[in-house]
Each structure stands twice: as structure tokens, then as C-alpha cells.
């Protein structure tokens, strides 16, 4: 199945005048409010979210797992379901592999699919969260931080050759995510443990090549449930901070105690210029892994406001956007699109805000008005902008419907068939 401009234009035909119509209406109001609607399409056109290796496939959740049919089963069929995301939405134009449910084998196959999609190779994921097969000793309990040095050294060795692989492909960073952790008190040292992952991160950083990345995320629990060794954003920060410039902290929305204020987090981190990378999910008690924007949307959206506001007056660098999700219950693809949209939709929300007037609010302690601007662009429908910088870029003007009514799916399930499973937990 591949996605031609035939398939956009036909499918775009019968939505143009309406489109057409409620972009001119919108574009006049924003221009009134002094915006350059121009450069706010440049801008969203230039927003490119990665999509993971992993959300390709149904999720399951540790009760079972049900496949929704058509699944990629190989690391070519990945990167071409990621050209059809691409095709439709011209937003998600990089893929980001996960080591060693995604090992290439055919390196020059592989490059030429990803030409043929435009599609590139961004973070690779190191995983020593679980054991490999042929592996002869086990991270059961643990592998950057573990006590037994050669149990670490195997940990080490592993996201090197992740680092290999990755340069092989173009990618410019290795995201590191480590599960360990400890489920009672007593069952690690909690100094050890940290000064540990520090030498093993260390090491790991010596291989990283000078135009690279190591990203650093954290997680407060699970699978541990008593303590986790890079547990917040100051744990990570702190380990950034040690290894040097090239290290940064990696913020992924469900990897938060419920209720935390991440956009301050990300302020923070900005402040320092430690922001290096995101993984864009949603939910409601923990890591649920739901559809961005599907529980919280204004957090979203005050998310996107430290972040536009960050890049335009700290020296952040450009971070890695990713969507990281297990989808269990939507087709995968649908719920890709889904994500990236409520992600364009917040940034072009927090492109808006008025924010010299929110700086004069602030500067006057205004609180009232304040709450206001931000209000003003979080309830200003945005959708036609979205969708017309997605036109202007060759894209459907609604990919789902576009998806839905080119019956990807079921292409997809003719050509691979019911029973089709992809490598996901
Ligand atoms: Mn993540």
C-alpha cells in the first residue's frame, strides 16, 4: 500500500470548498489580532513528530493482548507504515527504532525504503529491560545500575552497539530508559545503585559521536514499585549535568506522579538548556499510554507554551519530539494520526499567545489577565490552520478520513494478512 498524490487530491476534492471557507474566516481573525498567518503554517509545517518502531503494532497490556490484523512484521514494513502516516499527515516524516526489536539486517533495503517514504531515522532505543534470548546473563535485577559488574558491562556493550547501528542509519541520538529499579525497601542500596548507572552512563558517553545525543528519561515507577534509579527529571538533570554537553533529559508526559506540573518541569529544564528530547503520550492515572490530547488537552497545550516560549528565549537547543504510545484498542495508524494532530494543534495554540501582553500582565501582576490571553489562544479553534498547513504541504486535509476512506487497513490486511504480528512488549 503506498499513498500517491492521485490518492491525496481525489480524497482532499470534496472537502476543499468548506476547508477553503472556514481557513479564509479564521486566517482574517487572526490577522486582525496582528498574526502572520504565513509564518504560523511555516512554522507548523516545520513541526515533524517521530513515531516509534513499537506503536506500529497493537499493544497489549499485561492481561493480554489483541490484534487488530495487517500488522507490520518486519522493519521495512515499519518504516512503510510510517511513509503512509507521512504521506497523509506530512508531519511525521522520521522513525525511531527500538534495539533489538528492530535489529536491521539488509542495511541498503532498509535506507531505500526509508528514501522512498522520506522518511528518516531518528533516536535509536537502547532496551535492557528485559532479557534476549541467546543472553547469558539476566537484568532481572537490573542492568546500567546493577551490583555485578559484568552484568553491567553486558548493559554497556549493548548501547554501544546501539550507538553502531544508529550511525549506520543517520540517526543523531540514543534515548536510554532504563527499568531499574527495586519493588521493597531493602532490596538495593539507593547510593550504590545511582553511582553505578553514573560510571555506566559514563562509559556508555565516551562512544557517543560528537554530533550525537544521549537523552535521559526517567520514570517514577513501574515495572518497580518501591523505587526507580532515574526516577524524576532531577535524577535525570543530575546525570546530564555529570556526563557533560551532549547529555540531556528526556520528558515523556506519562512518566509523571498524577497531577505533577510538567510544563514547569520543561520551563525548568529549558532554563538550563537540558531539554532534549519528549515523549508525547496521554493519561489519566499513570503510564497509560492514551492518545495525546486525548484526557488533558490544556496541559497540552501549557506544555507547548513553556516549549515555544523556551525555544524563543533560552538557548535550548532543537529537541527530538516523539509520540510514545501502545495502542491496544484504535488501529495503531488512526491513533498516530490522532496524536499528531492534537500535538499540531497545541503548538499552533501556543504560537498565539499574545505573549508581550502576557509578559506586561505578569510585569504588572495583572493574575486575571494572565489566565485570560492563555485562554484566549487554548479556546481558539485552530483546526482549519492545521489543516491547511498540512494541504499546503501535499497532505490530506483530514488524514483520518483520508485513511478511512482509502481503506489503508484493509490494504494492509490483504497484503500481510489477519494474523500479521509486529515485535512490541
Ligand atoms: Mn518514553
New binding site residues.
Given amino acids: 500500500m503506498k499513498i500517491t498524490t492521485d490518492h491525496i487530491q481525489s480524497s482532499n476534492k470534496p472537502l476543499e470548498i468548506n476547508h477553503a471557507r472556514e481557513f479564509n474566516f479564521l486566517a482574517e481573525k487572526l490577522e486582525k489580532k496582528g498574526l502572520d498567518v504565513e509564518a504560523l503554517i511555516q512554522k507548523l509545517q516545520d513541526l515533524q513528530i517521530a513515531i ?1 518502531s513499537w506503536a506500529l503494532g497493537t499493544g497489549g497490556t499485561r492481561f493480554g493482548r489483541f490484534s487488530g490484523g495487517g500488522e507490520p512484521s518486519s522493519l521495512i514494513q515499519k518504516i512503510q507504515d510510517v511513509g503512509i502516516l507521512h504521506a497523509l499527515n506530512r508531519s511525521s516524516d522520521s522513525i525511531s527504532l527500538h534495539i533489538p526489536w528492530d535489529i536491521p539486517q539488509n542495511y541498503d533495503a532498509i535506507l531505500q525504503t526509508a528514501a522512498e517514504g522520506e522518511i528518516r531515522f531518528d533516536a535509536v ?1 537502547s532496551n535492557t529491560f528485559q532479557d534476549q534470548a541467546d543472553q547469558s546473563l539476566s537484568f532481572k535485577f537490573g542492568s546500567l545500575a546493577n551490583n555485578d559488574k559484568s552484568i553491567r558491562e553486558l548493559a554497556i556493550a549493548h548501547n554501544k552497539e546501539v550507538i553502531q547501528i544508529g550511525e549506520k542509519l543517520g540517526s543523531k541520538a540514543l ?1 536510554v ?1 532504563l527499568a531499574d529499579g527495586s519493588s521493597f525497601p531493602g532490596q538495593h542500596s539507593f547510593r550504590k545503585t545511582l553511582q553505578n548507572t553514573h560510571e555506566s552512563l559514563h562509559e556508555i558517553y565516551q562512544e557517543l559521536p560528537n554530533d550525537w545525543k544521549m537523552l535521559i ?1 526517567y ?1 517514577p515507577y513501574e515495572p518497580y514499585f518501591y523505587s526507580t534509579v532515574i526516577s524524576d527529571w532531577g535524577t535525570s538533570f543530575l546525570l546530564a549535568n555529570k556526563l557533560g554537553e551532549k547529555a540531556f533529559t ?1 520528558v ?1 508526559l ?2 509523571h506522579l498524577p497531577n505533577t506540573n510538567i510544563e514547569q518541569i520543561v520551563a525548568t529544564l529549558m532554563t538550563e538548556s537540558k531539554l532534549g528530547g519528549f ?1 508525547f ?1 496521554d493519561s489519566k492515572y499513570g503510564d497509560d499510554d492514551l492518545t495525546v490530547g486525548s484526557i488533558k488537552p490544556y496541559q497540552l497545550f501549557l506544555i507547548f507554551n513553556e516549549l515555544v516560549a523556551g525555544f524563543e528565549e533560552t538557548s535550548n537547543p532543537a529537541s527530538a519530539w ?1 509520540i ?1 504510545a501502545s495502542h491496544n484498542l484504535k488501529d495503531p495508524m488512526e491513533d498516530l494520526l490522532q496524536s499528531v494532530e492534537a500535538i499540531k494543534l497545541a503548538y499552533a495554540q501556543a504560537l498565539i499567545v499574545d505573549r508581550k501582553s502576557l509578559a506586561e500582565a505578569q510585569g504588572s501582576q495583572d493574575v486575571g489577565q494572565g489566565q485570560e490571553i492563555l485562554q484566549e489562544a487554548f479556546r481558539t479553534d485552530l483546526r482549519p490552520l492545521v489543516r491547511e498547513a498540512i494541504r499546503q504541504s501535499g497532505g490530506a486535509i483530514s488524514p483520518i478520513q483520508s485513511y478511512r476512506e482509502l481503506k489503508v487497513r484493509e490494504s494492509l490486511i490483504k497484503e500481510r494478512g489477519k494474523e500479521s504480528k509486529a515485535s512490541v512488549l
Fill in positions: 516509534p532505543n534515548t530508559w528519561e520514570k528526556l515523556d506519562g512518566h515523549h503520550n516523539m510514545d
